[in-house]
């Protein structure tokens, strides 16, 4: 190259560096950032954060309000969730904002008189309702770790409610075939109600929830706990309902120890209760790995193994997962390796253990689809994995009149009757009965994953029962399969949750063969549309990312060097 012309190209990349700098406050530094969420919207206000040098944190916290926008059925301010968070120094951190049962609930609040459960009591309308924990969440997260102004974390969402967004084809769907719910459930107000259909590319504008955005980001979380909010969600759900103000005031977000376990070179570090997740991925994962086995992706004998362990999981879930905080569960039994030699023992390698047969493992212990999941490295290091819902589709279907938004239907993770399925199909017994107060059991599965002490993975999923399985399976396409993160999150899944004594399989994913060959060996197997949507990413020689594909989910790489 001529001399001048040298002289000129390494002037404009010091001034591009300088600007690109003055932009990005750690520029320098920087190696890469990157978001994966459930909708395109919520993906670019994330972007839009990580791009100002706000942490994962911040990100999460307008990804979080974001989707309470542009994914009203799972995104949420009148529900809760789960956060595990690592800083880049490699300390972890889990928060949990998962809802509470309300002060007057009871254990039999569900029943007849005699004792029969009541159709969609626990599932719909006022009853259903937990203490909303997503506002909690938002303020602890961001008092610890936050770095940028409530006002720049509220202001994208709000902005996206007040201008509205248009509506993909599956919202239309969705929101059309959920009218008759919204009317039979919100006598005072019209939200989500169209005279005509929805259609693909109509705009949703949400005035009254920006309105209430406007509120929280102005008067803090106190509006939504104790204050003009609580008022009127009290008021709004009039005389049926039980909760109270005394509910809002008494409710805390926790920041509890996360789960960790080793696996070779790996430190998985995922939920504790009162999610199910961590304890039931870390027993899949050390079952899985005790037997050390050679095998191919989703051939019929890696099929069967890990259905068999998935039966012996979900059975102790059954009987020992619940709320720490009033149900002793014995943790560090359940993810003892000793013990889970011995359970893997149980399986047989070429016959499938029928249900009835296997029990809650005997610990030796002294006494106690609907959800979204993003996933967020911000250009510091630091990585968020948050897992939020409403529990099914538009939670309880109740919308607060004059505020806009949904609240949640979570009290239908509880085992509303010992031995009774909920809408998952999980079943549950003592430890995880109502109490006023308790927090239902979740099986939310935010996780991060280090290799050699580094951060390797972040991920989870949406999908009530089958979240645990498709992270689990997630996690193996890449650490054993040695899958691209997309490919990962995209290959067909299956999943067995114990009760039913079902493989559930993704439809049109395996081959006739296959499945054939379960049935020859004695499974019973059911075709589902789609199980999960896993967002995560991946870090290696680069940062990789996957959304998806089974839904709208997005992802963006901000930097990549
Ligand atoms: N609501 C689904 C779960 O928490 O597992």
Not at 243 to 260: A, C, V
Request: aromatic share 10%; net charge neutral; proline share 4%.
């Amino acid at each position: 190259m001529h001399r001048s012309k040298k002289v000129i190209l390494i002037v404009i990349c010091v001034s591009l560096g300088f600007l690109l700098s003055k932009i990005i406050p750690n520029y320098n530094q920087v190696k890469y950032a990157s978001i994966v969420t459930g909708h395109p919207e919520a993906t670019k206000i994330g972007e839009y954060i990580l791009n100002k040098g706000g942490n994962a944190v911040d990100a999460s916290i307008a990804t979080q309000l974001a989707l309470a926008v542009c994914f009203p059925r799972a995104g949420n301010i009148g529900g809760g969730g789960f956060m595990i968070y690592r800083t880049k120094d490699g300390d972890s951190y889990s928060l949990d904002f998962r809802e509470k049962a309300p002060k007057k609930s009871t254990k039999n609040m569900y029943l007849d008189s005699i004792g029969n459960v009541i159709d969609s009591l626990s599932t719909h309308g006022t009853l259903s309702i937990g203490i909303p924990g997503t506002i909690s969440g938002i303020f602890d997260a961001h008092e610890k770790f936050g770095t940028m102004s409530i006002k720049e974390l509220f202001d994208p969402a709000i902005e996206l409610a007040e201008n509205g967004f248009l509506i993909n084809e599956r919202q239309a769907n969705l929101l059309n075939s959920y009218k008759k719910d919204f009317i039979k459930f919100n006598p005072n107000n019209k939200y989500f109600i169209k005279n005509s259909n929805w259609k693909k590319d109509d705009t949703l504008i949400q005035t009254d929830l920006a309105n209430t955005l406007k509120i929280i980001r102005d008067e803090k979380r106190e509006s939504f706990y104790n204050g003009i909010i609580t008022k009127k969600i009290i008021k709004s759900l009039g005389d049926n309902a039980i909760l109270t103000e005394f509910d809002f005031q008494n409710y805390h977000s926790i920041w509890r120890d996360p789960i960790k376990t080793k696996i070779n070179n790996y430190n998985i570090i995922s939920m504790p209760p009162p999610s199910s997740g961590g304890i039931a991925l870390s027993q899949l994962l050390l079952m899985f790995f005790d037997l050390d086995l050679n095998l191919k992706h989703n051939e019929v004998k890696y099929i069967h193994l890990l259905t068999e362990i998935e039966k012996l999981v979900y059975a102790d879930r059954s009987k020992y997962l619940g709320d720490n905080d009033f149900f002793y569960v014995p943790t560090n039994s359940l993810i003892d390796k000793k013990y889970l030699t011995n359970r893997v023992k149980k399986i047989n390698f070429s016959k499938p253990t029928p249900s009835a047969n296997i029990n809650p493992g005997e610990l030796n212990y002294t006494e106690s689809e609907e959800t979204t999941h993003f996933s967020i490295v911000d250009s510091y290091g630091n990585s968020a994995s948050v897992t939020t819902t409403l529990n099914t589709n538009f939670g309880s279907k109740v919308f607060v009149d004059g505020l806009g938004f949904l609240l949640n239907n979570e009290m239908d993770d509880f085992s509303i009757k010992p031995g009774t399925p909920n809408t998952y199909g999980l079943v549950g017994s003592e430890a995880n009965s109502i109490e006023p107060e308790k927090r239902m059991l979740s099986s939310m599965t935010p996780t991060i994953i280090e290799k050699n002490n580094e951060l390797f993975m972040v991920l989870g999923s949406p999908g009530g029962s089958t979240i645990i399985t498709s992270v689990f399976q997630t996690i193996l396409n890449v650490i054993l399969f040695n899958m691209d993160i997309q490919n990962a999150v995209n290959a067909p899944r299956f999943h067995h949750q114990w009760i039913p004594n079902l493989i559930y399989m993704e439809k049109n994913s395996f081959s006739t063969k296959t499945i054939d060959s379960l049935k020859l060996l004695g499974h019973k197997i059911k075709e589902r549309e789609t199980m999960g949507h896993v967002n995560a990413i991946h870090i290696s020689d680069k940062m990789y990312v996957g959304a998806d594909n089974r839904g709208s989910n997005s992802a963006s790489i901000l930097f990549n060097k």
